[in-house]
Each structure stands twice: as structure tokens, then as C-alpha cells.
């Protein structure tokens, strides 16, 4: 069954880095990977996109291994702000042969103080 | 800055009511999306237009229809509301071909009485 997982939340202190893992082990071949931060009573709101390695902007980094069938969300030094759900969108390759976007589930992260 | 507006924030409607929700984008975006967010789910695919006049089908269409008549506009519609329907409903934009990076609207939190 195609589908991407997450953990469902992680907690953490102000400062620390945190890693979100998201498995999609159908990938379509020629497929972004992308994350998502959803504030409360808010629509997500993009954070990051590769395709492959890494990728780093002003907020994140992406680490994509070399079979693509995982991507892991890194977010350095957490401050209250980043407490937020996190998500990750794929395209999957279904057991119909057609292509869907497919967002996981979402990961809760709570960064304490 | 690319905004989404969807027209509602909140709405109550009753069992068998004819319920739209309308969702406008100020970037001339060809892609739109309509997708359902329920605990434990994350976000679920209900339709997405590609252009005017075109739809398609997405993970969980049954109970749904769409409207695109105009490029920053498409509507949901659910025929005869039922309380199964009760759900936070959000709307997207992307540019074509960069289905993968998506604005979102603030989202519509419709209950099914």
C-alpha cells in the first residue's frame, strides 16, 4: 500500500535540533519531496522542497538518502515559536499505475522551554 | 505574497443541505485543490483542478462535487450534507508544474448538524 508515515508527535526543549522522519517507500521517480508547518486555525504553509541529498534554507534542512524512500526535516536550535504540526508531501506511484500527491499524516512537535 | 481566501471560516449547516464553499486565489495559480483535514489524517484530497473547466478526482471524492468556471475561483460542493462531512475543509493553489508547493487558504471549519 503506497502511503507516507510519520511519527505522530515529538517533543523537545528550546535550543535543540530536531529531526522528523517521513517513509515513502513509492516515491514517483521524478518527484519533490516537501514539508509543511501548520499553525492552529491555520492552513500549512510551506517550509522546504528537494529532491535529492540536501537542501538548506533560512529555516530548515532536508536530508534525502539515495533511494529516496525516506526524508528527514532537521530544524536547528527549536524556540517556542517552531511548537507546530509538521507534514510531508509526496507524490506516490499507486497500485493503479497512476501518480497522487500524498500528504503523511502529520508529526505534533511541542518544543518546551 | 500569494493569498488564498476561502469565504468562510466557520459554518453550520443541517443534514441534506446543499452546502458550497468558495475559495479564491490572487496569483493567476492553474492548479487549485480541495482537500478535507480530520485528527489522526492529515490532510486528504477531495478534488484538484488543473484549468478552467477541468477536474479531477482526488483520494476521497464521493459526496463532493467542484466548480471552476474562472481561474481564481473553485468551489466545493456537497450535494446533501451529512454529519460524516463535519470536518476543517482547506483550500490550495500551486503554479503548474509545481504541484508540490502549495499556498493554502485558512480553511473552513464546517459542521454537519
Known amino acids: 500500500l503506497a502511503k507516507t508515515t510519520q511519527p505522530i508527535s515529538m517533543d523537545s526543549y528550546e535550543g535543540q535540533e530536531v529531526n522528523i522522519t517521513c517513509s515513502h517507500n513509492?516515491?514517483?521517480?521524478?518527484?519533490?519531496i516537501t514539508w509543511y508547518q501548520q499553525f492552529p486555525s491555520q492552513g500549512p504553509r510551506f517550509i522546504i522542497q528537494?529532491?535529492?541529498t540536501k537542501v538548506t534554507n533560512e529555516v530548515a534542512s532536508l536530508f534525502i538518502p539515495a533511494d529516496r524512500k525516506s526524508s528527514t526535516l532537521s530544524l536547528p536550535r527549536v524556540s517556542l515559536s517552531d511548537t507546530a504540526v509538521y507534514y510531508c508531501?509526496?507524490?506516490?506511484?499507486?497500485?493503479?499505475?497512476?501518480?497522487?500527491?500524498?500528504f503523511g499524516s502529520g508529526t505534533r512537535l511541542q518544543v518546551q522551554p | 505574497d500569494v493569498k488564498v481566501t476561502q469565504s468562510s471560516r466557520y459554518l453550520v449547516k443541517r443534514t441534506g443541505e446543499k452546502v458550497f464553499l468558495e475559495c479564491v486565489q490572487d496569483?493567476?495559480?492553474?492548479?487549485m485543490f480541495w482537500y478535507r483535514q480530520d485528527p489522526g489524517l492529515g490532510l486528504r484530497l477531495i478534488y484538484f483542478?488543473?484549468?478552467?473547466?477541468?477536474?479531477e478526482k482526488g483520494d476521497i471524492p464521493e459526496g463532493y462535487s467542484v466548480s471552476r468556471e474562472k481561474k481564481e475561483r473553485f468551489s466545493l460542493i456537497l450535494e446533501s450534507a451529512s454529519t460524516n462531512q463535519t470536518s476543517m475543509y482547506l483550500c490550495?493553489?500551486?503554479?503548474?508544474?509545481?504541484?508540490?508547493?502549495?499556498?493554502f487558504g485558512p480553511g473552513t471549519r464546517l459542521t454537519v448538524l
Open positions: 508531501l509526496v507524490g506516490l506511484k499507486m497500485d493503479t499505475g497512476r501518480r497522487a500527491l500524498t
Open positions: 528537494g529532491y535529492k
Open positions: 513509492n516515491i514517483a521517480t521524478n518527484d519533490y
Open positions: 490550495a493553489s500551486s503554479l503548474r508544474g509545481r504541484g508540490n508547493e502549495q499556498f
Open positions: 483542478s488543473y484549468d478552467v473547466k477541468m477536474k
Open positions: 496569483m493567476d495559480h492553474e492548479n
